[in-house]
């Protein structure tokens, strides 16, 4: 089928399915001008332009005598494309050649074809479904762009695919030991929580105990005393006394009267409470043959104050006055209670 531009009179070779994909529209390869080509088909050949769009009478395509007039109305329309085409991309206009002239020149360059008969001149676009490129560009500018967009749109669309087996296992492994760590982390908090509950119910009920045991927690005991409100003994360890001299003689103003004097000592490392001294004769056999215990006041021979204690590794003078036994006493023990 032919159709001819309305605006310059040039022929074109248009193929029905052309026509259909763009309703009738179609530009001009020449002027580039659009017009609607359903009024102005014709089945047979039409009187081709004017010579002043043939550029030489060599241009076209030998078909035969039958086909001369088709061949060369293609080949018109193909110099005519090629003309515009050259002159919208010529330095003079400074720029590139305008978009529709590269579309009518893409679509029109594809147009004299020849497919199996001599003489069936066909578009490029004859055999091409309607919805390929030389479609697009009959097409009104409004259609192509609202089909681009709703591709677009599909492609864009996420698809949720299953994970690989191996990448499937490794979630579930690191799902499990996550949740693996967060009950081992509950599970020692708790712990921690109990053994806290225990050491300080220990510690409010048996505190003296709790230091004894653990000397070195003292401190900490004593803190936690002050906050929970036990009461915690002093401390006090008569054991850690000792004694660097003795002297034990016959008292010079009274008769029948032993004066025992010592040096002593506080060993511990803390002050503590004056202690009791008990005093033991022993006779030859090792038999206890005198006692007696003696208050602070009483070896210290002057009063002593509740709150007076030893300093550490502070030597202090005791002296005691006992009654001499009957028996000879030949050995004494200083004991600290």
């Not at 089928?1 to 009738?24: D, S």
């Not at 990448?167 to 693996?180: G, K, M, Q, T």
């Not at 927690?217 to 004593?222: F, H, Q």
Request: proline fraction near 9%; glycine fraction near 6%.
């Amino acid at each position: 089928m032919y159709t001819r531009c309305p605006h310059c009179l040039t022929v074109f070779v248009v193929a029905a399915e052309q026509l259909k994909a763009a309703h009738g529209n179609v530009r001009c390869g020449t002027c580039l001008e659009s017009f609607d080509a359903i009024p102005h088909l014709s089945d047979g050949p039409v009187q081709p332009p004017s010579e002043a769009f043939v550029e030489g009478e060599d241009r076209g395509f030998d078909l035969g005598d039958d086909d001369a007039t088709e061949a060369r109305i293609a080949s018109e329309q193909l110099n005519s494309t090629l003309n515009a085409a050259r002159a919208a991309a010529s330095p003079d206009d400074g720029g590139s050649p305008a978009p529709e002239v590269i579309a009518a020149f893409e679509t029109e360059e594809s147009a004299p074809a020849v497919d199996g008969e001599p003489g069936d001149l066909q578009t490029g676009a004859a055999d091409d479904s309607p919805g390929d490129e030389p479609v697009d560009r009959f097409a009104p500018a409004g259609h192509a762009a609202s089909s681009r967009v709703s591709l677009l749109d599909e492609s864009g669309h996420d698809v949720e695919e299953p994970l690989p087996d191996v990448l499937r296992v490794d979630a579930e492994e690191f799902a499990a030991r996550s949740a693996a760590r967060r009950r081992n982390i509950v599970y020692a908090g708790a712990a921690l929580a109990l053994s806290l509950l225990v050491a300080g119910q220990y510690v409010f009920f048996m505190p003296e105990d709790a230091a004894r045991r653990y000397p070195q927690w003292r401190g900490a005991i004593e803190s936690a005393c002050v906050q929970i409100g036990c009461v915690l003994p002093e401390r006090r360890d008569p054991a850690r006394i000792r004694v660097l001299s003795r002297d034990v003689r016959v008292h010079p103003r009274y008769e029948g009267v032993m004066q025992i004097k010592a040096t002593l000592t506080n060993a511990a490392p803390y002050r503590q409470p004056y202690p009791q001294v008990r005093f033991t004769l022993f006779n030859v056999n090792g038999q206890t043959i005198a006692t007696r215990v003696f208050q602070p006041p009483e070896y210290l021979g002057r009063p002593v104050a509740a709150s007076a204690r030893l300093r550490p590794n502070t030597p202090f003078q005791v002296e005691l006055d006992v009654l001499a036994p009957e028996e000879a006493a030949v050995s004494f023990e200083f004991q600290f209670l």
